[in-house]
C-alpha cells in the first residue's frame, strides 16, 4: 500500500469510528496535558546519585541516549503494526505512540532542565505546564521570565496548550504515517526526532547554565501518584521504606 493509500485508510477508519481527524487530535493533546504532571521527573540529586561518575554534558549525553532507545522502542512496535491492513484501530495505535513518546520526551526535557540547573519555580502544576510548553516549543525554559513559568494550567493556558500540541501533532502526521512501513524506519524516525528535540533544548540551557558547585539548595522533587517507569539507561529508584 502506498504512503496516500494508508493516509486514507486511516482516515476511513478515523470516519468509521465516528470520529474526525480534528476531534482525534483534539483528543491525544487532552492526553498529553492530562499525563504531564504525572510523568515521573528525577531531580538533580537523584540523577547524580544514579550516575556518579558523569559531567553535566557526559550525564544529559546519557539521558539523551536512554530516552532515544526508549522512543525508538515504542516507534519500532507502531512501525511493525503498520506493516499490516490498517484497521480503524490504527488511529488507536497512533494515539499509543503520539502519546507514549510524548511522555518520554517530557520526561527527558525536565531532567535536562536539572541537569543545567534550571529547574523551573512552583509546584508540579506549574513545572510540568512550563516542561509541557518546551516540549511543544522544543525550547529550554527561560528561567529568568516568570512569566514563562509561574503560570497555572487554567483555561486559557489550557486551550493554548491543546491548540499547540494539535498543531505539533498535525504536523507531525504527514512524516509519520506514510513512512510507518516497518520496525526500523519507526525505531530510526523517533530515535531522530527525540535527539534533535534534545539538542534545540539543550542548546537553550547552555546559555543559562548554572554549574553544578553554584547551585543552590533545592528541595526534592515530590513524586507522582505512579509507579516509576524504568527506561532503557536508567537505574530504578527504590520505593520509600513505610
Not at 515521573?40 to 541516549?65: M, N, S, Y
Not at 534550571?118 to 529550554?140: D, K, M
Request: overall charge positive; aromatic content about 2%; proline content about 9%.
Amino acid at each position: 500500500m502506498t504512503g496516500a493509500g494508508r493516509l486514507n485508510s486511516v482516515k476511513r477508519g478515523v470516519r468509521k469510528g465516528g470520529e474526525s481527524a480534528r476531534a482525534a487530535i483534539g483528543h491525544i493533546a487532552d492526553l498529553i496535558i492530562d499525563i504531564a504532571p504525572r510523568v515521573p521527573v528525577r531531580d538533580l540529586a537523584t540523577l547524580r546519585k544514579q550516575f556518579p561518575d558523569l559531567g553535566p554534558e557526559e550525564l544529559a549525553d546519557r539521558l539523551v541516549a536512554g530516552a532515544s532507545r526508549a522512543t525508538a522502542t515504542v516507534g519500532a512496535g507502531i512501525g511493525a503494526a503498520a506493516m499490516m491492513p490498517v484497521p480503524p484501530a490504527m488511529l488507536a495505535e497512533l494515539a499509543t505512540e503520539i502519546t507514549g513518546v510524548a511522555a518520554i520526551e517530557m520526561k527527558l526535557v525536565a531532567e535536562l532542565h536539572e541537569v543545567y540547573g534550571l529547574r523551573p519555580p512552583g509546584g508540579i502544576v506549574q513545572r510540568s505546564t512550563a516542561y509541557l510548553t518546551s516540549w511543544t516549543e522544543e525550547r529550554g525554559i527561560d528561567v529568568t521570565r516568570p512569566v514563562t513559568v509561574n503560570a497555572a494550567l487554567g483555561g486559557q493556558m489550557k486551550r493554548e496548550l491543546r491548540q499547540q500540541i494539535m498543531k505539533r501533532t498535525v504536523r507531525d502526521l504527514p512524516n509519520l504515517i506514510p513512512f510507518m512501513v516497518g520496525a526500523a524506519v519507526g525505531a530510526m524516525m523517533n530515535r531522530r526526532d527525540t535527539r534533535r528535540l534534545a539538542e534545540r533544548i539543550r542548546k537553550d540551557l547552555r546559555k543559562q547554565q548554572i554549574p553544578w558547585g553554584r547551585l543552590p539548595e533545592l528541595p526534592p522533587l515530590e513524586r507522582p501518584a505512579l509507579p516509576y517507569e524504568v527506561l532503557p539507561g536508567d537505574q530504578p529508584d527504590r520505593p520509600p521504606n513505610d
